[in-house]
């Protein structure tokens, strides 16, 4: 069974920094891209950013790119996302998501992992 849990949420201030994790289980984590996903309220789900199972092709939205970096360990089958320079519109609730793959691609579409966890909050103050 597959099992994603975040964590490191939290309230900052506008120009902070925090960083998510992505703990999984269940699962071959090293054949998993993973992303990462975010859902403020009455918006849908969008695409943050995604890393290829060995951490070797990385994409990110161009709302977080050059701000957000995605990493993953694969000792600790563990994803994270680094956030720096937090803007407001940031606030959402994050998810990480997986999917089984060994092909090379732009997987941001939330329909295109099959697997997620429960979501962690981020909230950014002005």
């Known amino acids: 069974q597959v099992q994603l849990v975040e964590s490191g949420g939290g309230l900052v201030q506008a120009g902070g920094s925090l960083r998510v994790s992505c703990v999984a289980s269940g699962l071959t984590f090293s054949r998993y891209y993973m992303g990462w996903f975010r859902q403020a309220p009455g918006q849908e789900r969008e695409f943050v950013a995604t890393?290829?199972?060995?951490?070797?092709?990385?994409y990110y939205a161009d709302s977080v790119k050059g701000r957000f970096t995605i990493s993953r360990d694969n000792a600790k089958n563990t994803t994270y996302l680094q956030m720096n320079s937090l803007k407001p519109e940031d606030t959402a609730v994050y998810y990480c998501a997986g999917r089984f793959t060994y092909a090379r691609g732009y997987y941001r579409g939330p329909d295109m992992y099959p697997y997620w966890g429960q979501g962690t909050q981020v909230t950014v103050s002005s």
């Open positions: 890393i290829s199972g060995n951490g070797g092709n990385t």
